[in-house]
């Protein structure tokens, strides 16, 4: 069984070749800068421990896919004789706003549905797009399936998220809040469930920490909160996204300095967060390095981005009325030691005991971080995204696969 996951951005393309039932990925890798100049590829055959870059001119993302399918059926290379050996295609698509509460067999009404989409995504539904028309242009018959980010986060009740605008925004506009990194969310609560044992009743916090960060409640495996909104804009403070601000200061802001809505949007967007606040990257290992240095804009933007995290779990608390777990995923989350002791640093009223010693240590997988007598478990749980679209792709697509 082999399944392709693709994830288009406007000039990105990861993707992977991958075995649902056993897990064994085949090959992946990244085109990066498609369609501007010094456009690159890297190609890995995991179980030959091969890598391979190359720069080569991508113009659009239909060059990158021809590249990576060239690649995949190298008879040197190569995983797979020809595209024949592809059962299925399997998407990533950011917003699939209140159409999509689950993946999706694609045809041309759930092309038509996404693309109503791109409103509310604008840098990302286009793209996705792109990537699955181009899979259908260049392997056409294969079987493509749409997993959206935001599917996950469909079981929030109105009273998680409804926007207090006028009513009439939600019902004509559609804005309200619909959460993100959902295929992240859904598969590390549900191995820390397994981990658990399957209870019946369990409250979860994941909180997937990355340049782009979000955390949610998970109740009974279902998400009943989380804390991005509309856009991947709201909630935590990221690497360079400001996350939870009052409204009435982005007008201030704006017409204070005599900007306009895409400048704006630039500012919140790409200059807040970490860069915003420490001025000198947006990467959370620099910030850290700077923090050890005594560098002032460092700590400062540590102990906000921190009060933030920590504010968020203390809430999702409350809303579950209790937590069992709590969990760390993403590039910060999974490799952080101090991201994740100053996080939970103060919520020991709620019985988290984190071990500090085995946080500290580096471990691969899933890693226990909570004492023995901690009331709640904390553990370090690597994502992985394109498992889970795999997994949907083969469940969606598997009566159509010979």
């Not at 990244?30 to 369609?35: D, F, K, P, T, V």
């Not at 971080?369 to 083969?394: C, G, W």
Request: aromatic share 6%.
């Amino acid at each position: 069984m082999k399944i392709l996951v693709i994830n288009c951005g406007s000039s990105s393309l990861k993707y992977q070749l991958i075995n649902p039932e056993t897990e064994e990925v085949f090959a992946k890798g990244l085109c990066e800068r498609i369609g501007i100049d010094g456009s690159k590829m890297e190609y890995e055959v995991i179980a030959k421990d091969f890598e391979k870059k190359l720069e080569t001119p991508m113009p659009s993302h239909k060059e990158a896919l021809e590249l990576v399918i060239s690649h995949l059926t190298d008879k040197e290379i190569g995983v797979i004789a020809s595209v024949d050996e592809v059962d299925a295609i399997g998407h990533r698509v950011v917003h699939g706003g209140e159409e999509f509460a689950q993946s999706v067999l694609v045809n041309e009404a759930v092309l038509k549905a996404i693309e109503v989409n791109n409103d509310l995504a604008p840098l990302h539904n286009p793209a996705n797009l792109m990537g699955i028309r181009t899979c259908m242009e260049l392997m056409p018959g294969k079987k493509n399936v749409a997993v959206f980010d935001t599917a996950f986060h469909q079981t929030m009740k109105p009273e998680a998220f409804i926007y207090p605008l006028p009513y009439e925004d939600y019902k004509e506009l559609k804005v309200r809040k619909y959460g993100f990194h959902g295929t992240s969310h859904l598969y590390v609560s549900g191995i820390m469930r397994e981990i658990m044992g399957n209870p019946e009743h369990s409250k979860i916090i994941v909180c997937h920490l990355g340049n782009g960060a979000s955390i949610t409640a998970v109740k009974d495996g279902k998400s009943v909160d989380t804390s991005m909104g509309l856009t991947p804009l709201q909630g935590l403070m990221m690497g360079t996204r400001c996350g939870d601000i009052d409204p009435a200061a982005v007008l201030f802001v704006k017409n204070k300095r005599g900007l306009t809505d895409a400048q704006m949007d630039e500012r919140m967007n790409k200059k807040s967060g970490i860069l915003g606040l420490f001025g000198k990257s947006s990467d959370c290992r620099d910030m850290e390095n700077a923090v050890k240095e005594g560098d002032e804009r460092a700590i400062l933007a540590e102990s906000v981005s921190m009060h933030r995290l920590r504010s968020y779990i203390g809430a999702y608390a409350a809303v579950m009325g209790g937590v069992d777990a709590i969990c760390f995923t993403g590039g910060i989350g999974e490799n952080s030691s101090m991201t994740r002791e100053k996080a939970l640093n103060g919520l020991e009223f709620l019985g988290v005991e984190l071990d500090k010693e085995i946080n500290s240590v580096r471990k691969k997988g899933n890693v226990k971080l909570s004492k023995e007598s901690s009331k709640v478990l904390v553990y370090k749980i690597p994502t992985n995204e394109e498992l889970v679209i795999a997994r949907d792709t083969f469940r969606l697509a598997k009566q159509f696969i010979q």
